[in-house]
């Protein structure tokens, strides 16, 4: 899960960012901060949110065999197949 403060370009803040920050690691969560309105760190939060979220992913639940999708010729019943040849 990831905490994400906005709004960091207003003056007067509610919590301050070493507070967010130790609460996001207290509980095991990453904490980025952005403003919308100055775009401070937009693109830099969500490039590093999207960097550590594949860094988490186990690469080996990718390339399982037993993961495959094995997609194979149906038979009909009553038809026969053609052996070759087109249509």
Known sequence: MIILGN???????NITENEAKNYATNKGLLYFETS???MKNVNEDF?????????SQDD?????????IKI????????????????
């Open 36 to 38: 919308a309105k100055t």
């Open 7 to 13: 709004k960091v370009d207003i003056a007067e803040r």
């Open 47 to 55: 490039d590093e949110m999207a960097k550590k979220v594949l860094k």
């Open 60 to 68: 080996k639940s990718f390339n399982k065999k037993d993961s495959e």
């Open 72 to 87: 194979e010729k149906e038979q009909h019943k009553g038809k026969k197949q053609k052996k070759s040849g087109c249509c």
